[in-house]
Structure formats: structure tokens, C-alpha cells
């Protein structure tokens, strides 16, 4: 009997907890924690979503402002790049832009031949002349030209050319002869006056005058020039110095002494032509 009670009084504290505790739940303090406690995470969670929302737009910001003054910086380097250009052709007598240069240089970049010549210099050998040059020391990777590249160098030099050459008023107000006779010398068989045409108008370079007369002599060398020589080809031969023109230039600082000129300068010297128009029939 006594053992039967105690079972009983078991089982009815086993079974009066959650009872229990579900009265205490309901309670008007429990349910006010309760809420409180929800209210609680709520209010975290969102103050977590404002916080991402904000560092988004923090990082969004920043990013625009790192943008716009990357932009800004740009635009000040290509403006003080535009301003050095613009006084550098000034100070070399070139009354242009530099919108007007780069519309000469894409106009000069037209002119020259397409070519589809290969940057590797072994890609037209076969392997024994590769390794014939090798062994000679030769070196024959594939090198960048970059700014060095013959063609850039032409380009720009053809530019520069055109931008300083005399339209054939120009040359005939300065000569101070008529437009015709300009233009009957350059259309002479053979030629007695170089020029080159762009958009079928003559141009006469002005590295052929010298103050408001021609180079004495060019015209010599001018009738034995192709008709079909490049202005920049013709430029370069006739400002570089030659060994076999010799003699004493006028120019020089230190007049007296004699070393190789230019065939400009021989001429300006008043050396005999002739050595001249000889070298320019080889070009």
C-alpha cells in the first residue's frame, strides 16, 4: 500500500512540471518578458540591416568619389599634356593645334603602304639559318619598337614636314615671283623645283628656302632627284651630314676647320653643286 503512494506522488511531480511552467507562461509578467525579448531581436536585426545598408552606401560613395578623381586626374594630365604640346610647336613655328597635329599625323599615317611585315625577325627563316645566325651572335627575339619604331618616326617627321611647307602662293609671294612659274618648275621634265602634293594641291618643303630665297643650286639637285622620293627621305638625306662633302662650313662655330656637311649646308657654302645632284641620283 505505502509503495503504491509513492508511485502515485511520483508520477504527480513528473507530471506538474510542464503544467506548471505553461501557467507561469501564461502570466501577464511572463508574456510581457516574452515580448520584450522579441522586441529585443527585432530591434537588433534591424539595426543590423541598417548598418549593411548604410557601409553599402559608404563603399558605394567612395567608390564614386575614388572614380571621379581618377577621372579628374586624368583629365589634368591630358590638359597639361595638350598645354606642353601646344608650346612646343610654338616655340618651333608651328601655328597649330594639337587636334590639327593629330588629324596631320592620321592623314600622314594614311599615306604610307600597308605592309604585313612580321615583328618576329625569325619567322622568315628556316631553322638552319636561325641557327647559322645564332651561332654568328645574332640576336633575333622579338623586340618591341615602341616609340623607336621607323614607321612612328616617319610618321611624325611627315607631319611636321607638311605643317612647315609653302603652299605655291605661299612660295611665290615670298620669291616674289607668279604663282605660274612656280608651278612650271615643278611641273619641268626634269624637275628644277621639288615638292609633293596633298589632296592634289603642291606643297614646297621649306627647308629648300633660306630666308626669302631658295637653297643656291637646288635646282640641280632637284632634276636629278626621283620624282617619286619621299619628303621625309629627301629631308633626311638633305640635313644629314655626308663624308664625301667635305669642306668648311660657314656656319660653324669655328670657322676654318673642315668636316663633313649636310648637303644643305654645302650648298648654302657655295661649294659646286655638282657633288650634290650626284648623291641624288643614287637616292
Given at each position: ?27 501577464p509578467s511572463a508574456r510581457i518578458a516574452l515580448r520584450k525579448r522579441a522586441e529585443a531581436t527585432d ?241
Amino acid at each position: 500500500m505505502a509503495s503504491r503512494k509513492k508511485k502515485r506522488a511520483v508520477r504527480s511531480a513528473t507530471t506538474a512540471g510542464p503544467r506548471q511552467k505553461g501557467r507561469e507562461a501564461s502570466t501577464p509578467s511572463a508574456r510581457i518578458a516574452l515580448r520584450k525579448r522579441a522586441e529585443a531581436t527585432d530591434f537588433r536585426q534591424a539595426d543590423y540591416r541598417r548598418t549593411r545598408t548604410k557601409t553599402a552606401v559608404l563603399r558605394g560613395e567612395l567608390e564614386r568619389r575614388t572614380g571621379m578623381a581618377s577621372h579628374a586626374a586624368t583629365k589634368s594630365s591630358l590638359a597639361l599634356a595638350r598645354g606642353l604640346l601646344s608650346a612646343m610647336l610654338q616655340e618651333r613655328g608651328l601655328n597649330l593645334t594639337p587636334d590639327e597635329l593629330h588629324q596631320m599625323v592620321m592623314s600622314a599615317v594614311a599615306t604610307l603602304a600597308k605592309t604585313l611585315a612580321s615583328s618576329d625577325p625569325s619567322s622568315d627563316l628556316t631553322e638552319a639559318e636561325r641557327e647559322t645566325l645564332k651561332r654568328g651572335g645574332f640576336d633575333l627575339t622579338s623586340q618591341p619598337s615602341g616609340a623607336h619604331d621607323p614607321l612612328a618616326r616617319t610618321v611624325a617627321e611627315y607631319a611636321a614636314l607638311r605643317k612647315a611647307s609653302k603652299s605655291v602662293a605661299e612660295l611665290a609671294k615670298i620669291l616674289r615671283v607668279n604663282e605660274s612659274r612656280i608651278r612650271q618648275r615643278l611641273g619641268d621634265r626634269p624637275r628644277s623645283l621639288y615638292g609633293f602634293k596633298i589632296d592634289g594641291a603642291w606643297r614646297i618643303p621649306e627647308f629648300l628656302l633660306e630666308g626669302a630665297h631658295l637653297v643656291p643650286g637646288i635646282e640641280r639637285v632637284t632634276a636629278r632627284l626621283d620624282p617619286d622620293l619621299h619628303p621625309v627621305a629627301f629631308y633626311r638625306w638633305f640635313t644629314t651630314a655626308n663624308p664625301d662633302l667635305v669642306g668648311v662650313d660657314a656656319a660653324a662655330e669655328e670657322v676654318g676647320e673642315e668636316r663633313p656637311l649636310t648637303p644643305r649646308s654645302w650648298l648654302l657654302a657655295g661649294f659646286d653643286p655638282e657633288p650634290v645632284a650626284e648623291l641624288a641620283s643614287g637616292l
